[in-house]
């Protein structure tokens, strides 16, 4: 009963996690820019846009994992590989649908194909890196 209570308290604290990363996001991505530092280097902005979607697509997977865990249990559980897919077709989506917003309901931003571009790269780093991770506790588990 505890392990069942933590493990729906790490689901509901990620998913919580997840929606205010999202709205951030998205706030973020809708309001008027403001300067607060000079920019290092011209691209800083699209490293910024990999940054962000990597993060917006690990903190999503994190949670489809926790949710498909707990509602068909570990055995069949739906394949990493697909809950991966699913999360990064819905960032990559996302990403695209704020672009468009950009140029539909401001009129001091506009859409930028290479902030897509940027945004498609850090939702697939991101897959890169769980999948990974997922390898590597995987081979440890096996090994003890």
Known sequence: MQLLMASSLGRNFILFLALL?????????LIKPVTIVDRPFQSMDKVMHLVAYFGLFLLWSVWQLFVRRDLVGKKKMMSLRKIMTIT????VAYGIIIEVCQGLLTDY????????LANTT???????????????????????
């Open 109 to 116: 931003r506009t859409p930028d194909g290479w902030d897509i």
């Open 21 to 29: 990363y999202t709205v951030a996001l998205t706030m973020g991505s």
């Open 122 to 144: 850090g939702v697939l780093l991101g897959v890169l890196v769980l999948h990974l991770f997922i390898n590597n506790i995987e081979s440890l588990k096996s090994k003890f």
């Open 88 to 91: 990064a077709v819905v960032a």
